[in-house]
Each structure stands twice: as structure tokens, then as C-alpha cells.
């Protein structure tokens, strides 16, 4: 499974984050199980992965636009999500836009809510910094909303749930690469993690 070594132009700093969502409507809102749905903690992962002080990334990876010049790789895991995982490649310290979310600055690297009415649905939630990207500290976003219109027009509303974990995962220097038939190790969420709960009143 571990190919040949990559080594970076320049360090590169690496972001995990998992994501759970899921959009439902009224209809399904009294089936819908919160808890089920927080509980959800392990993936297995194509993107990447860090074990033992170590960055493993699929060969696919290098054919990312920008790949080489990247300084920021963020790592996006579904638990419960219809998008697909991802390894974007970014450069910092500009505003890097991940899901809902930006991630600024750099040493550290912070995250800052970027509320939109498609991304997150109403009430409106204050555009704000959450927190910084430091080792050893991992967090948890969970943050709802409802929306009645598409960008056509008026639709039946819908509700929906999201969770983020983010964690960053350390600088590295280089890489290893493995092939897509590689038998990848399952990933869990970090046990401890600070929850930061925007979640509103709904119905």
C-alpha cells in the first residue's frame, strides 16, 4: 500500500474535517433521528490519512489543480453526506471557502462561519471566527436551518442538519502515496472535542 515517498517545495500544513448532513422535509421531520444522527463516528476514507507522524495521500491527489504549490491540504470525510470526499489543495494565507466555512490566516490558521441562505437555510447566524487550527484541539460545529426557496423560486421547505468535526492533523515535509486498490485503515473522530452548538429552534 505505501508507494514511493513525495517530498513538498515547502511544508504543508493538513486539515481534517467530517461532515455529516442531511436535508429533509416536513413531512419527515417527526421520522428524522437527531441522535442517530450525532452519534454517526467512523468513515473509511479515499482522501488521506496521517498514522504514526506520517501524511498518506492517494496518487490522484497529484492531479489536483495546484497540487505542487499548495501549502494547505484540507481532508473531507463524509459520515452522512450526499457530496463527495475531497483533498483540496489550497494555498495560505488567503481565504480558503470550505463547505460553509473559511479558513484565514495562517500559524495559526483560523475558521470563520461564513453564513449564506443556501448553505446554512434561516435563521440567520452572525458571520464570525470560531476558533483556531492549533494541534492537539479538535472541534465539533453543529448548526441547522430551513429554507423555502430554491434559487428558481418557491419550494416545499426543508430542514437541514449539519455537523462538523474539524481537527488539524500537523505540518509535514512530504508524503507517501497509495494506489486505489489500496485496503485503507477505517477512521474514527477524535474522542475529545469541543462542541460549539448553533443550532436554533426550528419548529
Known amino acids: 500500500m ?8 515547502k511544508p504543508v500544513q493538513v486539515i481534517q474535517v467530517y461532515r455529516k448532513q442531511i436535508r429533509f422535509g416536513k413531512e419527515e421531520k417527526g421520522s428524522f433521528d ?16 496521517v498514522e504514526i507522524g506520517e501524511l498518506f495521500l492517494p496518487e490522484a491527489a497529484m492531479e489536483n489543480q495546484g497540487f505542487s504549490g499548495a ?7 463524509n459520515i452522512i453526506s450526499e457530496k ?7 494555498h495560505s494565507p488567503g481565504a480558503n471557502p ?3 466555512f473559511k479558513i484565514r490566516g495562517n500559524d495559526p490558521a483560523e475558521l470563520h462561519l461564513e453564513w449564506s441562505y443556501f448553505g446554512v437555510g434561516d435563521p440567520t447566524r452572525q458571520s464570525m471566527k470560531l476558533f483556531d487550527l492549533v494541534p492537539g484541539k479538535a472541534y465539533e460545529i453543529r448548526i441547522n436551518g430551513k429554507t423555502d426557496f430554491s434559487l428558481t423560486g418557491r419550494r416545499p421547505r426543508h430542514y437541514l442538519e449539519q455537523v462538523f468535526v474539524l481537527e488539524y492533523l500537523g505540518s509535514f515535509d512530504d508524503c507517501r502515496f497509495y494506489s486505489d486498490s489500496a485496503d485503507l485503515p477505517a477512521k474514527k473522530l477524535p474522542a475529545s472535542r469541543k462542541v460549539i452548538d ?5 419548529w
Open 34 to 49: 437527531l441522535k442517530q444522527f450525532l452519534s454517526a463516528e467512523k468513515v473509511t476514507s479515499n482522501v488521506g490519512y
Open 84 to 90: 463527495p470526499a475531497e483533498c483540496l489543495t489550497l
Open 71 to 77: 501549502d494547505l491540504f484540507v481532508l473531507v470525510d
Open 98 to 100: 470550505i463547505e460553509i
Open 198 to 202: 448553533l443550532r436554533k429552534p426550528l
Open 2 to 9: 505505501k508507494v514511493s515517498p513525495h517530498s513538498f517545495s
